[in-house]
Structures are given as C-alpha cells and as structure tokens.
C-alpha cells in the first residue's frame, strides 16, 4: 500500500502519522510512505532523522490570524493546493490520510479534487477545524474518543484510538529505583509548565540526592530553564529540548507533569503512567481540560487548572504522590486499565478497506466507487 501522510506541526498531530507509517513499513515489504507538511512545523525536523521522505508546501493557519494574515491566506492556500496536486502526480498514493493541523487542509482539498480515498484521523476530544471542514468528503473518519463523533455528522466514522510510536505498548511497571519525574509541555514545550517547574525547584530541596528530573523545555526556553536549574542547585542536563525516545522516558519514569492532548493521554494510559495534568486553557474547545477529566475522574492522574498553578501547589502534589509508593502504584494501574491497544493497527485496516477498490482495478486517483459501512466502533 503506498500511504500519502499529511498534516503536522505539533507532535499531536504528527507522532500519529509517524506511527502508521512506521507499522506499515514493518508489515508490508512492498509498502511506501510519504509525508507531506512545511518547513515550519515540526515534522521538517523529526520525519528526516526518522529516514522517512518528506515534502513540504507553503502554507500557514488561519485561526488566530490578524485581518492581514486572514486576507493572505486564500492566494498561499490556492499555490499550497497547486503544490499538493503535483505531489499527488508524482506519488499515486493508495490513499490519503490527513491528520490534522493546517497543512493537512490543502492536501487534503488536493485528493478530493482527484478523486483519491481520503482517511481522517481525530486524535481530540473535539476537532480541529480542518477534519471538521473535511469530514463529510472522507471515505472514512477514524478518531480516537467516541465522543469526538458529535462533531463529524457527515463523516464516515470508526472509533479506533489513537495510534501510538513504537515500543509505547511494551512499556514496563513503574521501577522501583529512586523516583523520576518526566516534565513535559508537549513536542514545542509550555512556557506556563516550563516557569512553575523552575520556581518549585528550590522547595524540592528534600528531595534532591534520590529525585531525577527528565524536563523536556522545548528549543526556545532551553538556555532559559537550564539556567534556573543550575541556579537552583540541580542538574541543567536533565533539561532537554525534546525527547526523541519517549517510550524509553515513560519507562524509566515514575510520575508525569505534562499537559492533557489526545497523544499525551493515549500514552499515559497505554505506559500505565501516573500524571499532574495540566490543560493546555486555550484549547479549542477546550479539550485538553475535557481529556484530563477524563482520567482524573477515575483516579488516573491529577487534574491541575493552569489558573491554579502554583509551585507551592505543584510541590505538594508531587511530594505527596512520590511519599505515597502504594498511591503511585494505584493510579498506574487504573491509568493502564483505560489504554486503548491496537489503534494503528485499526487505523491502517480502514485504510486498506477504502482502498481496496481503486487497487483492484481502478486508475490512480479516479475510481470513485465507495465501500463505507454505517457507524462504528471497534
């Protein structure tokens, strides 16, 4: 099968995409990939040192623009489509699978013009504006929360989970070596997470000699939080811009700060990992409060509004959870009870159904015919 991948920017969008592409290669030996993005998000940086191809278009978002941005967007939007048709020329892809973010939407726009199946994944709670728009032309819709399925009436949808990078499902029990908390604000970093961490540093002085921090800072505020490290007398190298080998950190970790997006909870549950969850407030919808609920309420990590962080607050939390071994273990448990396994695997089922009749006797890109069975969920 030869998968066309578009969209990115953030790692919640992106890791998905690395994922099917990754289970893909590894099952089917004749199998291709592409992904298509820009030089602006984060794909343009992980998908080479992956050694997976990549094109980029120029493109940029719409939501939050100023009236200059907004009336710029429709002529880089038509030169973005142009882009991808001649992608979609080059690569003849099985199928289209657009996961989210703005630069998905052209490609996205592209294949529907050409008559190519289209697969949509809704990694959140709510989606984004491009899967909603998108929706009702897919073949199918996959997402990961059933409830997700409000937003997309006209979609073909199956609930399948949210695909995760490789070795996430393997993740061992909690160790029981001295503790380490893994800190992360998601691939870019958060500036809100990133400031109560160095604030809290000096009242984990208790801790220190048997605590290890991972901090993932992002690569704008690295030098920033390495320097309140140093200052606060703990270990600057524990601060890393981003983590290439996450199933290895929640491996060795014993607690999580992080914030609540779709992939953050998918892994939290599939490690079986405890967390402080803090929602990222301007969300849209805001479906990062809506995740974390969803774990908190069943006693899986820590809800922890960003309005109320304190780093008084925050040091109580992860001093009381870290004295209380059995506590920990606990909500490690429940946290691995709600994991979904499985979900690229599903994802890529759906993708082979709604390419079936193209590859079977179709031209690329011109066989219209459908193969879409009502709601589901699997």
Same mark, same amino acid.
């Given at each position: 099968m030869k998968l066309l991948l578009a969209g990115g920017g953030t790692g919640g969008h992106l890791f998905p995409a690395v994922a099917l592409a990754q289970r893909l290669i590894e099952t089917e030996e004749d199998s291709e990939?592409? $992904?298509? *993005?820009?030089?602006?998000?984060?794909?343009?940086?992980?998908?080479?040192?992956?050694? !997976? @191809? %990549?094109?980029?278009?120029?493109?940029?978002?719409?939501?939050?623009?100023?009236?200059?941005?907004?009336?710029?967007?429709?002529?880089?939007l038509a030169i973005s489509v142009r882009q991808s048709l001649a992608i979609l020329e080059r690569f003849r892809p099985d199928v289209v699978v657009g996961v989210g973010g703005y630069a998905s939407a052209p490609v996205l726009a592209a294949a529907k013009m050409r008559g190519y199946p289209v697969l949509i994944h809704e990694q959140n709670a709510w989606p984004g504006l491009t899967n909603r728009c998108f929706a009702r032309w897919a073949d199918r819709v996959c997402v990961s929360f059933a409830d997700a399925d409000r937003a997309f009436h006209h979609g073909r949808t199956v609930v399948t989970g949210n695909p995760l990078r490789q070795g996430m499902d393997e993740c061992p029990p909690i160790p029981r070596?001295?503790?380490?908390?893994?800190? $992360?604000? *998601?691939?870019?970093?958060?500036r809100a997470i990133n400031e109560a961490?160095?604030?809290? !540093? @000096? %009242?984990?002085?208790?801790?220190?000699?048997?605590?290890?921090?991972?901090?993932?800072?992002?690569?704008?505020?690295?030098?920033r939080v390495r320097e309140g490290y140093r200052n606060a007398g703990w270990d600057p190298e524990?601060?890393?811009?981003?983590?290439?080998?996450?199933?290895?950190?929640?491996?060795?970790?014993?607690?999580?700060?992080?914030?609540?997006g779709a992939t953050t909870v998918a892994e939290l549950t599939s490690c079986g990992r405890p967390a402080i969850m803090i929602p990222y407030p301007h969300a849209a919808g805001d479906h990062q409060t809506t995740n974390a609920n969803a774990l908190a309420r069943r006693g899986a990590a820590l809800l922890l509004p960003q309005a109320d962080l304190t780093a008084e607050l925050l040091v109580r939390l992860v001093s009381d959870l870290f004295r209380d071994r059995e506590r920990l273990l606990a909500m490690a448990g429940v946290a691995r009870s709600l994991g979904r396994k499985g979900a690229v695997d599903l994802v890529l089922k759906e993708c082979r159904i709604i390419a079936r009749p193209r590859r079977q006797g179709g031209s690329a890109g011109n066989d219209k015919s459908k193969n879409n069975p009502p709601l589901r969920a699997i």
């Open positions: 990939v592409l $992904f298509v *993005g820009t030089k602006r998000g984060i794909e343009a940086r992980v998908i080479p040192e992956l050694g !997976l @191809p %990549l094109e980029t278009i120029d493109i940029s978002g719409f939501v939050g623009k100023g009236w200059a941005g907004k009336l710029t967007f429709g002529p880089r070596e001295n503790p380490l908390l893994l800190v $992360f604000g *998601g691939s870019l970093g958060a961490m160095v604030e809290t !540093l @000096p %009242l984990l002085e208790p801790l220190k000699g048997e605590l290890t921090i991972l901090h993932q800072s992002g690569p704008k505020e690295l030098e524990g601060v890393v811009p981003f983590i290439e080998d996450m199933a290895q950190a929640y491996a060795r970790s014993h607690l999580v700060v992080c914030r609540a």
